[in-house]
């Protein structure tokens, strides 16, 4: 069963384009690197026509992924979407009690996640804990050190 997936605009544009660019350039430049091991001889001896045929198998499954997230991908308004409460797509501005520091991330779908950027995906325990809260809110979410407390700051988009 498909995992129903929710976007930005921009997001998923950004999907597109990466599949755009496995499947225009990636997958030619792979083709003949194949080609091109292919005519250096005998292939069971043959470790650069073995490995481009390794990379092409890694690229389709890639490719296979991404069409699947692609087709399965809701846009959303954000303009519509409800800032008292933690939601896919909100930035969220927390404390971590424990340690009294303040971290701000902006929750979004698994494909999106890029922790240095700030954006964790909704699946993830903190993400996870964090959906549904308000502002005042404290979030008990487990991750594998324990449990963290996080107290919900600010929410926005």
Not at 25 to 31: A, G, H, K, N, Q
Not at 38 to 50: T, V
Not at 74 to 89: C, F, G, P, Y
Request: overall charge neutral; cysteine-free.
């Amino acid at each position: 069963m498909s995992k129903v997936s929710y976007y930005t605009a921009e997001g998923l544009k950004e999907l597109r384009a990466e599949l755009e660019q496995l499947e225009q350039v990636e997958r030619p430049r792979i083709t003949n690197a194949i080609a091109e091991a292919r005519d250096k001889g005998d292939l069971s001896e043959n470790a650069e026509y073995h490995a481009a045929k390794e990379e092409q198998s890694h690229l389709e499954f890639k490719i296979a992924q991404l069409k699947n997230v692609v087709a399965n991908a809701r846009l959303i308004d954000e303009s519509q979407l409800d800032l008292t409460k933690v939601l896919a797509l909100s930035k969220v501005k927390i404390k971590n009690l424990k340690i009294n520091k303040e971290f701000e991330y902006t929750l979004v779908a698994d494909a999106m996640t890029d922790v240095r950027a700030g954006k964790i995906s909704i699946n993830s325990p903190i993400g996870k804990g964090l959906l549904g809260k308000k502002v005042g809110d404290i979030a008990e979410v487990k991750v594998p050190a324990g449990t963290m407390k996080l107290e919900i700051l600010n929410i926005s988009r």
